[in-house]
């Protein structure tokens, strides 16, 4: 597990370039810039929610992962 992203109200963090868990426990969204290339996520993959329907679809080194107020996200590479 590697944290990439936390603050008072949110953590998100990889599990190796498999997979990304976002959660927010506060009452307003929240979007989270991450560095992909220190995260060491892949490029042109979708990333699948399992949560939602919501699809991540990586092309740059920085990329905004948008976290729902009281959710969660868990994006898994396809």
């Not at 597990?1 to 929240?30: A, P, W």
């Not at 290339?37 to 992962?65: E, K, M, P």
């Amino acid at each position: 597990m590697n944290v990439i992203s936390y603050s008072d109200c949110h953590i998100l963090f990889t599990r190796e370039h498999v997979g990304i868990v976002g959660i927010n426990k506060c009452g307003s969204g929240r979007d989270v810039w991450v560095d992909t290339n220190a995260a060491g996520l892949w490029w042109y993959r979708n990333y699948d929610d399992t949560l939602s329907n919501d699809v991540q679809y990586i092309t740059s080194q920085w990329h905004n992962f948008y976290l729902p107020a009281r959710g969660s996200r868990m994006w898994v590479m396809k």
